[in-house]
Each structure stands twice: as structure tokens, then as C-alpha cells.
């Protein structure tokens, strides 16, 4: 097992453990002393890091640039509320055999839910796309995000333009980051597989790769289908944080946030899009109080990025630890 | 010798360009073929419709007996049709090495929960893979560029890699599109010992597009010609140098009347 | 029927708009090869361009007609744009030409975020008012037909434009470069046309006739905010694609289309049962109808890849 991937063990057993051990977001025991603003900034680090690994699976590594990731986070975020809003009381009172733990129960079927339906989202927008590249799939994409959008603004039954409200706040640092490091590590285990050459092989060259047999239409599919499960888990987290979601908060300018993200991570480069998201996430906090002024220094960064280095702050980032790993 | 891959009156036709029209061709088990042509005279787009990247308009394709037109190209590469290209089209962000291990994908179980797990038989599976892909670059005498970036090699080697690639799919046809493009005399005599070389030791038969009149006459067994996407001659290369029509096509009318 | 013909007259007037702005996206990609992420947000400094050019022009100019005033702030408006798209172009996509496509894509979605960001900073983000540049005057003679001499204005307008980038496109020899760049730029490269002079022009074209269609939206929808550009901008594209992206009768059809099309949908909403909130999926719902069934579009060349 590689180093990397002992790493991520730890990170996996310390969320596990502090999931289970814990009821209250505060009561993570190293953290026991953390104050709650501190502690959000570090589970929206984890949310915003499952969506830009989630993205960078279709868009860095397999090609597919998608301006419509904040779709499929609203169709987490939505679809996993329907079950412990609005479905609430009568799962609960469905669950009560279980006793103390029926609530946790609810929330992972609740994330499962968000996830799957993400997924089947991510499978409808990921078929009709099959033709498209480059611009014509970006704004497809970006369609698609804005088609969801508004249903969900006209559908009264989740609260329409209003949003929706009384979420319970389920949402610890140990499932967000527990679920980070799941995240990572399966587009880690996928990307050294068949899988992941597969992807490749679609992002360089498309004809070359299905005369070498690769099936195009089986990995592009699979990266839609993926990259849209863990953006909608990430919106099922996010629900349950923050308790209350609009469908404004899910515009084509959050797919754009994470675009961000993954361009100044390195388009390809997992580690790198981890790292640019906890970046970004700390950044966006500091600058909070110049809000006005963020955005345009935001704007002004991808435009210097894209002429002076566009493959991201760590976009080699990868592949020099691979050679390092295949000098040695 | 039994045909591996028949071709039936096909037509490719775009809109209103008619680029091949109603070729008949055959290509036998372990034969070397050659395919020549003026320019535009239809050869790629004929490895297009064989390799799928186009879908012929009429006629039917046959490979081992199977109908093979209309499939997709990664369908039709699994029945054991390879190719590489005019232009060279490698996998640019990967390196020499796994530019062969994403083509043995093909043979490979490629179980999804299996790739998560990573238990024994999955990483068997793909360490048996690296160890092959090495040992097929090392016959080839690029073991050592293995680690290196494709994009790193010279021209000659990319090309060696892009034969090598497509080995690795297991073909039992192999597409040979112009491989002797931008290369020197020395460079030429070398890629015909490769070619000789290849079907010797992995058996496909081969199917070849190329201008370079050495390099044709040279090491193609039989040889089709194609002008305006008609075959208009075939036959061993010494009664291919002989044809008034091949001559004309290539010289010009008047040159054969003189 | 009446209904029919009134619905007709306003979802014309909203169509004369998004052709306009389609143009611009149109001809951009003809010579370039990429989506202008940021043209629908010029067509938002369009509007506020024009809103500041009438308001320090007007006392000096108080004693004109109307109508001439009126064409003024236009023409001021749509110089100050086409200024605006050649600079962007110059600073933001030149140094990117031999990069691949993406790249590019990206600035442009840059150029955008700064555009709307700075405009919040300069303008506020709340809605701000339009002056009527012509006092709106309901049109008589119509019968029970509804229509406003602004409406008028807007499609006379328009058409003239239209007629203008007509003539310029097929009868002077920047607008025979700006086709020879669209079909084939290294063949035009080599017959002497000055690429980057065609490319300042084809963007500085689109940027002025995006500010013409801010002029007249704001006059037909009389409020402007700093994010105005976002949606009409992303319909405005799928109306190029509509027609045909690189064809500029395209992207007029695509824009009268679509705005029809928009119009009719939110007026006939409840015998189609489609809630008016839909209105604008209904572009992207055509986006993707398209680019699945006909993706050259109604005008548009299939544009295969060399193999």
C-alpha cells in the first residue's frame, strides 16, 4: 500500500471514529475546544473538497468540461431534505425500532438518497452529451443546471423560490471530512485502474481511444454518473449544515465556484483540486468582510491563470510524485 | 487463404462527396496488403469505414466472417482490428507506458467495485498488465523511454509506440496508416524490417496504406489501387508496376498514350 | 387570433433583441472558434452605457428631436462597446489564440465574472431605472392590437442594423476577410488578410450591436442591473446555435425564433400547462433539443473531424 493511500487511512479511521463517537458537531475530541465558526469553515472545506474532486473526475480527468455541477449538488441537497424534512416524522416513526440510533439512521438514508438521485440526474445529463465536446458540452451542461434550477423553483412541493427551510442539522465535521476521504479514495482507486486509464484515454484523444477498444460512451457515463453522486452527497451535507437551501444558492455561479476550484487545483490533479479547495474555502472566509470585491479578484485570478498558467497552482503536482515514486 | 476481412460493394458517401464507391477488397489471414492511391483517392476514408469511425452508406464489411459495418469503432477494435494514423495520435498526457496498458483495457475485467476493493485478483490483474505492456515495449526496444512522457520521444519511436499500442490490443488485422510519413531513407528500411518483424512474431495480418513506393513494393505481398474511391487495379506488386490504368492514374493520361 | 398576432408583435420585439446579441456570439465564433462567455455582459455595459451617455448628454442637448436624441445615445452607446469588446479581445483572448479552445472558454467565463462583479461594485446590485429615451406612445390603427411606438422603433431599428451588417459582411472587403477568416484562417493568412485587424473588427461588430440590443431591451423593459446580461446572453447563444452557429442569417432567424417561441410559451401558459416560471428553461430545453437532432442548426454546415 502506498503512502498515499496510508494517509488516507488515517484520515478515513480519524473521521469514522469521531462519526461514531460523536452526536454534537463540538464533541470531536481534539477539537473539543473549537468554536462553531471555525468549525463550519472546516466542514464547508470538506464540502467544497467533494465537490471539487467530484468535478475534477468528469471535467479533469476524463475531459468533460460541465458548467452544471451545482445541478446535481441541488438535487443532492433537495433530494436528501424530501427525506428528513419533509419525510421526516413518519421515517423517523418508521425507524423507531432501532431506538437511539434511528436518527443517524435517517441521515445516512437520507445522504444515500441525495447521492443515488444525483446519480440518476448525473446518468441523464450525461447520455444526451455523448456527442458534444468542448463549448457545445459546457453549455449543455450549464443548460442542464439551469433547467434543474428552475424546476425546483417551480415546485411548490419543496418550497419553490422561497427554499426550503428546518432542516435538522445533521451534518458533523466526521461525516463531512469521513466522507472526503471516501470520496478520495475511490477517484484515487479508480483513476490506477482500468477505469482510470479509460478516462484518460477519452480526455486526450476520443478517436484514438476508441480504436484502441476503450469504450467512450461506458467512461464517459461512468464519470457523469460518479462526479454527480459525491456532488449530490456534498449537497446532501450541505443541507443538513446549513439547514436551509434555495434554488438560487445552486446557480450556474456555484458551478462556476467549483470550476474555480479545479482549474486552480490543476484540471486532472486530485491532491491538487483538495488542496485549492480548502484554499479557496479559507479565502473565501477571510474576505468576507470585502465580498464586493472578492468576486472581481476572483475573476481577475482565473483570467491570469488562463494566461500565465493554466494548468493550476499544482497542476504538474501528480504526476512528479509519480516520477519521483517510479525514479525510486 | 482463408479471408479475414471482405469488403462487398461499399460506398462511403458524405452529403453529396461520394468517397469510396463500390469497392470490393479482401484481405487474407496473415497477409501483407498494400493500399495505394493518389491523393484523395478514398485510402483513409476506407480504414475509417473498416475501423468504424465511419458507418458505411451501402455494401456490407466482414470480418471473420462477421458483419462488422455499422458497429462501433471500440466493438469492432474487440473483434481484433487495430490501427494507427496519418497523424499521430497518442495519448499525450500519458506516458510511453501507459500508453500500452490503456490499450490492453480491452482484455481486462474491468469491475468497478473490483477497481474499489483492490483485492488480490484485482491487483494480480493489473500487475500481470504493466509486466506485459514492458515486455511488449522491450521487444520493440522501448522498455527504456517506458516512465517517459509520450510526447518526449522523436518522431521515429512515436511512431514504433503507436504499432506497439495498438499490438497490445491483440489484433488479428492490423491498419497501417501511412507509418512512412516524415521518415528518412535509413528510417523507411527499418520500418519495413518492424513490419516484417510484427507479423512474424504476433501473427496479424496487415493491412497497409502508404506512398512511398519502396516501401510497398517492398514488403507487400499483394496490392490494391485505389483513384476517386474506385479500386481500379490489384494484384502482386510486380503486375501493379506493369498496369496501364495504375500508371495513368498516377502519371497521367498522356504519358501511358506517348 | 388577436391574442395570437399580439403575443406575435411582443415576442418579435423581444426576438429583434436576442438577434442582435446573437450576431455577436455568431460572428466571434465564425473567426475565432469560441464561445464569448462574456458578450451578454457587454450587452449589460451597453445598457448602462447608454443610461449615463443620456443622462450627461441631455442637457445639452435638450432643444433636439427626440427620435435624433434618441439615436445619439444609441450611437454613443454602441461606439463605447465596440471599444470595449476590441479591448477585452485584445488583453484577455489574443495572447490565447494558439491555446487550446478550453482555455479560452474559461477567460471569457473570467471577463464575465469580472464584468458583472465590477459593475455591482460601480453600480449596486439593485435595479436601476432606464430613462425613456422616447416618451412611449401607444401605436393607433391596430385595431385591438397593442403595440407601442418604442416596439416600432425597436423592429425599425433593428432592421436597419441587420440591413447595415448585411452590406458590410457581403460588399466591403473587411467584411469578404472577416468570411475568408471564418471558413479557412490560414488560407486567408496567406492571401494577406490582416488577421489581427479582422479579428478587432469582427469583435468590435458584435460588441456595438450587443449595446444596441441593450439599448432597446432596456427601453422595452425599462430596468437594468449589473447581472441583466446573464440570461438574454446564454439565450441569445442558444438562439446562435438555433440557427446555425458561424451563419449570421442563422442567428437573425434563431433570435426572431426564439423570442417568439419564449413569448408564446409564457402567454399561452395555461393551455400548455407549462407555469410561466418556466420561461427560461424554454431556451435550454431548445439548446438541447437541437444539439441532440440537428446540432448545425437550421442554417448551419456539418463540421466533420479529419481522421
Known sequence: MGSRNSLLLCVLVFAVVSALFTGHPEAAWPLAQIDDYLLNILIMAGINVILAVSLNIVSGHTGQFSLGHAGFMAVGAYGSAAVTQIGGKPILNALSFLGGAAPICMFVLSLLAGGFLAAVAGLAVGLPSLRLKGDYLAIVTLGFGEIIRVVIQNTEAVGGARGLTGIPAFTTLGWTWGLAAFCIYCVSALIRSTYGRGFLAVRDDEIAAEAMGVNTTKYKVTAFVVGSFFAGLAGALYAHLIGYITPEGFSFLKSVDVVVMVILGGMGSTLGVTVAAILLTVLNELLRQAEQYRMVAFALLLIVLMIARPQGLLGGIDRWLQARRNRS | ????????????????????????????????????GPNGAGKTTLFNVITGVYKPTEGGIRFDGQTVGGLSASDITSRGIARTFQNIRLFSSLSVLDNVVAAFNLHLKSGFLGALWRGKQFREQERAVHEEALQLLDVFGLKSAAHQPCRSLAYGDQRRLEIVRALATKPRLLLLDEPAAGMNPTEKVELMRLIRFTQERFGPAVLLVEHDMKVVMGICQRIAVLEYGRKIAEGTPGEIQQDRRVIAAYLGEEVVDA | MNEFLQQLIN?????????????????????????????????????????????????????WPEWLFAVVVLAGSMAFCGVLGIVIEKLAYKPLRERPRLTVLITAIGVSLLLEYSGQLLFGAAPRGFPSLIESRSLSGLGELHATNIQAFVLTATALLLGGLHLIVMRTRMGLAMRALSLNPTAAMLMGVNTNVVISFTFGLGSALAAAGAIFYASLYQAIEPFMGVLPGMKAFVAAVLGGVGSLPGAMVGGLILGVVETLVVGYSKVLGIPPGYRDAVAFVILILILLFKPSGLFGKQQREKV
Request: hydrophobic residues 55%; glycine residues 14%.
Open chain 3, 11 to 63: 415576442g418579435l420585439s423581444l426576438g429583434a433583441v436576442y438577434a442582435l446579441i446573437a450576431l455577436g456570439y455568431t460572428m466571434v465564433y465564425g473567426v475565432l472558434r469560441f464561445i464569448n462567455f462574456a458578450h451578454g455582459d457587454v450587452f449589460m455595459v451597453g445598457a448602462f452605457s447608454g443610461m449615463y451617455l443620456s443622462r450627461w448628454l441631455k442637457p445639452l442637448l435638450a432643444h
Open chain 2, 1 to 36: 487463404m482463408k479471408p479475414i476481412l471482405e469488403l462487398e460493394k461499399v460506398v462511403v458517401r458524405f452529403g453529396g462527396l461520394v468517397a469510396v464507391s463500390a469497392v470490393d477488397f479482401h484481405v487474407g489471414e496473415g497477409e501483407l496488403v498494400g493500399l495505394i
